[in-house]
């Protein structure tokens, strides 16, 4: 059987060219969505998916209506080849019912998995040059040392913990995790 799946990105959009050509290819069941191809649930997507059995195909007028991104599309294609079911782009000509179609997505699938792999490895040699600089991860501190000087003379002056947080742009919690001593006070 094969199991069409149309999407446009807004309700102003028209699926009727995607339809026709679903039809067209031969789809008996037809399901579609109205909204942006980063949503995660996608209702007409979920049920063309629940509809696929082995042997079934899905088929789309083109790549870009199945998801944004190479490595969720890829990540669909490898779950439906588990599932012995076929996957066929009309506009791309891309049909994994053939050794050319699934070699196609095998070299993706290869291509997806080393931009991982560069990705970590740059994120970790970015990392340990910061770390060499002196500049640890995270966001900058709030409370600086003199900040925190300034907080505990304030305390020991008698100012309420409340207002020694406002004077320095500090939430009190901050103030409480920074001098926990100023919890006892209040």
Not at 104 to 113: D, N, T, Y
Not at 119 to 135: F, I, Q
Not at 138 to 146: D, E, L, V
Request: hydrophobic fraction near 40%; aromatic fraction near 6%.
């Amino acid at each position: 059987m094969l199991v069409g799946y149309a999407r446009v990105s807004s309700n102003e959009q028209n699926l009727n060219l995607q339809l026709d050509a679903l039809e067209t290819a031969g789809c008996t069941k037809i399901f579609s969505d109205k909204l942006s191809g980063t949503q995660k649930n996608r209702p007409g997507l979920e049920n063309a998916l629940s509809h696929l059995r082995t042997g079934d195909t899905l088929v789309l007028w083109k790549l870009d209506r199945l998801g944004r991104s190479v490595k969720g599309l890829i990540e669909l294609v490898e779950t439906l080849q588990v599932d012995e079911i076929n996957f066929y782009s009309i506009t791309d000509g891309i049909n994994t019912s053939t050794p050319a179609g699934r070699f196609f997505f095998h070299v993706m699938a290869s291509l997806a998995q080393m931009e991982r792999e560069l990705l970590v490895e740059r994120t970790k040699a970015g990392l340990a040059a910061a770390k060499e600089r002196g500049r640890v991860g995270g966001r900058k501190r709030i409370m600086t040392p003199s900040k925190l000087e300034a907080a505990k003379k304030l305390l020991r002056e008698g100012m309420p913990p409340k207002d020694v947080a406002q004077n320095l742009g500090v939430s009190v919690p901050t103030l409480y995790r920074w001098c926990p001593a100023a919890s006892k006070e209040n």
